[in-house]
């Protein structure tokens, strides 16, 4: 199953949901590729993943490893740098257009990794905003279904809890298409306060029955995820994505 994490702004706690839910997925015996797409780059940097990503060590022609396997209990995390080199990557993508020879070895070195593993599940931590015609999602969406033809596509959007980012994230929602062809897996509100806690989750109802999606999910603030600096291995994973990840589990 390919999870692409979506939302139509930054700093809503994508990467930190990608990160855990990887880990809470590997937890439970499987393999899990977690496709760090974002422009920073923050999955890809607690891994120890210091050089860069695999779009500029292609496009420079370096002899680098842009992922790293992470064994979790009895299964396994395979963080991907795919940029996380900040703006450059516009660049270097018209590079790679321009230049086929160099944009094969890229797709290669892609394959490659897509081969190494049978994954159970795919995690793709966006940039914000992305739509499906967009340089950065559509060539490697299309590598990938060559080697997994089969496997279902879904789609979280996460939203911080003010009301005009929520209503934002459903707008890009419907606009991207997912609402249309029902791939909607989850509404994600994030570091969702107490006090507001009942408010936000009578509001995101409406929003699972609005865009037909398979679950919905507060997560409340937690300091110790808000302030972590420290590597992939112990990341915290905070009880809600525990069930998720069950929900996610008995739909394999």
């Not at 855990?20 to 891994?47: F, M, N, P, Q, W």
């Not at 695999?54 to 064994?71: A, F, G, H, N, Q």
Request: charged share 25%; net charge neutral; hydrophobic share 40%.
């Amino acid at each position: 199953m390919r999870l692409s994490i979506l939302s139509s702004k930054g700093g809503v706690g994508k990467s930190t949901l990608a990160i855990s839910l990887s880990k809470e997925l590997a937890r439970r015996r499987t393999d899990v590729l977690l496709i760090d797409r974002d422009l920073i780059g923050y999955a890809s940097y607690l891994a120890g993943i210091r050089g860069p990503g695999l779009v500029t060590s292609v496009v420079e022609e370096l002899d680098t490893k842009p992922w790293r396997e992470i064994k979790v209990e009895s299964g396994s995390v395979t963080i991907l740098k795919y940029f996380g080199d900040g703006p450059r990557y516009k660049l270097d993508i018209e590079k790679l257009h321009r230049q086929r020879n160099l944009g094969e070895r890229g797709w290669e070195l892609y394959r490659g990794l897509l081969k190494a593993k049978r994954y159970s599940f795919v995690i793709v931590d966006n940039a914000a905003l992305v739509r499906p015609e967009d340089d950065i999602v559509k060539h490697e969406l299309d590598t990938f279904k060559g080697i997994y033809p089969d496997m279902p596509i879904w789609q979280i959007f996460v939203s911080d809890f003010l009301d005009v980012d929520i209503k934002e994230t459903v707008r890009y929602a419907n606009l991207i298409g997912s609402v249309e062809l029902g791939s909607v897996l989850a509404f994600v509100i994030n570091m969702v306060y107490p006090e507001i806690s009942t408010r936000v989750n009578h509001l995101l109802d409406q929003i699972v029955n609005a865009l037909k999606a398979r679950m919905g999910l507060t997560i409340p603030f937690s300091e110790k995820v808000y302030q972590y600096n420290g590597d992939f291995e112990s990341f915290p994973i905070l009880p809600e994505v525990g069930k998720m990840a069950t929900k996610i589990m008995e739909m394999m």
